[in-house]
């Protein structure tokens, strides 16, 4: 078993994170709660956790284009708008019938 670096559990299936295969560059975390409170980068304007892609610009993290530009990073967009061809509505995925043969 190994103990998390996060939270100090001693978790039998616990996980080892490393940052672009760099050794020693992230953890050992007994959940994703942990591993994100640890290795998450925080927004450079209002402060909450990066979980996806975020928007950088520079050497700066934001979690989206808003938060960027209100921190004084103009051009960057969090959609492209209509003129992408796309309608404006969101695509719902439905993956509940995913792998199911009939």
Same mark, same amino acid.
Request: hydrophobic letters at 30%.
């Given at each position: 078993?190994?103990?998390?670096?996060?939270?100090?559990?001693?978790?039998?299936?616990?996980? !080892?994170? !490393? /940052?672009?295969?760099?050794?020693?560059?992230?953890? %050992?975390?007994?959940?994703?709660?942990?591993?994100?409170?640890?290795?998450?980068?925080?927004?450079?304007?209002?402060? =909450?956790? /990066? /979980?996806?892609?975020? %928007?950088?610009?520079? =050497?700066? /993290?934001?979690?989206?284009?808003? =938060?960027?530009?209100?921190?004084?990073? &103009?051009?960057?967009?969090?959609?492209?708008?209509? !003129?992408?061809?796309?309608?404006?509505?969101?695509? %719902?995925? &439905? &993956?509940?019938?995913?792998? %199911?043969?009939?």
């Amino acid at each position: 078993m190994a103990i998390c670096d996060m939270c100090g559990n001693d978790y039998p299936r616990s996980m !080892t994170i !490393t /940052i672009g295969g760099e050794k020693n560059s992230g953890g %050992v975390f007994d959940s994703f709660e942990c591993a994100i409170a640890a290795l998450a980068p925080r927004c450079g304007h209002c402060r =909450c956790r /990066i /979980i996806g892609h975020g %928007v950088e610009s520079g =050497c700066n /993290i934001f979690c989206c284009a808003h =938060c960027a530009r209100a921190a004084g990073h &103009d051009g960057l967009v969090d959609q492209a708008g209509h !003129t992408d061809g796309g309608s404006g509505q969101w695509k %719902v995925f &439905d &993956d509940s019938r995913e792998g %199911v043969v009939e």
